[in-house]
């Protein structure tokens, strides 16, 4: 019993130090968003940023059936953190996904969290069968994850992000035949209009 909680231990060590996060919680878990989240992802989302613009896009997206992909990072009962996926297209075909928003709650930053739900929402993502997700962000900071330029995949995004747009191939090859407009669901151009 011993041996394998220290495996176990030892390969989040590993894990963490691969992509140079400090570490969490061992209590905290990963799970997907259940009804009674709505409140608390709202809250973190609202804390997370400098307007509640990004709150109000993934309550759209929920309501339109658009949050493909909702997890919750909760530490002892309580949700602490949140990242959303949901639909992207180039032309009329659905391809995707996109990355954002993720957020943790201020006083449980810097711990790993916010990288913890990117790598686990990624996993769910590849498991539920999608291609390549999409993000905006620092390249820095997605760039350990995978992610890179979507220049360079002759992709541009609809907010003209430039080098913060990037994207990461979850199924091989399947970025070979793909250029063009990457669209994101329409809740993010109302909220943004």
Known sequence: MSISIQISCDALALQQAHIGTPPTNLYMKIRKEQPGDRDAIRAINEASFPTPLEAQIVDALRDAGRLTISLVAEEQDRVVGHIAFSPVTVGSADVGLGLG???????????????????????????????????????????????????????????EAGEAFQVMELTPGVLDNLSGLVCYAPEFREADG
Request: with cysteine; proline share 7%; charged share 25%.
């Open 101 to 159: 928003p993720v957020a943790v709650s201020p006083e449980f930053r810097r711990r790993g969290i916010a990288a913890r739900l990117i790598r686990e929402g990624l996993v769910e993502c590849k498991g539920a069968g999608f291609g390549l997700v999409v993000v905006v962000g620092e390249p820095e900071y997605y760039g350990r994850f995978g992610f890179v330029p979507a220049l360079g995949h002759q992709l541009r995004d609809e907010f």
